[in-house]
Nanobody
Framework: EVQLQASGGGLVQPGGSPRLSCAAS????????MNWVRQAPGKRPEWVSSIDRSGGTTYYADTVKGRFTISRDNAKNTLYLQMNNLKPEDTAVYYCNAVDGPYDYWGHGTQVTVSS
């Protein structure tokens, strides 16, 4: 069974620096490109960041560039998102997504709320 379990969210003060994790199982993690996607209340899903299967190439949305860092540990089957200098507009449910051709897997997401 494919599982993508995101964790590390919660209530964070503005300027905070949490790290999200996404533990993968049930598929060959190292063969998949990985993404973080977020969805704020009442809004459409927003792509946040991507990393290729080797971890050598990363991409970021302009809204998070310079503040977020995506990484992965293929030996641990885990994807990460280091989030720095959080803003209230970063409040959303964050989902990890695995893609390899026609295969597209999603986890349940972790809520990040940025508020003082």
């Amino acid at each position: 069974e494919v599982q993508l379990q995101a964790s590390g969210g919660g209530l964070v003060q503005p300027g905070g620096s949490p790290r999200l994790s996404c533990a993968a199982s049930g598929f060959t993690f190292g063969s998949y490109d990985m993404n973080w996607v977020r969805q704020a209340p009442g809004k459409r899903p927003e792509w946040v960041s991507s990393i290729d299967r080797s971890g050598g190439t990363t991409y970021y949305a302009d809204t998070v560039k310079g503040r977020f860092t995506i990484s992965r540990d293929n030996a641990k089957n885990t994807l990460y998102l280091q989030m720095n200098n959080l803003k209230p507009e970063d409040t959303a449910v964050y989902y990890c997504n695995a893609v390899d051709g026609p295969y597209d897997y999603w986890g349940h997401g972790t809520q990040v709320t940025v508020s003082s």
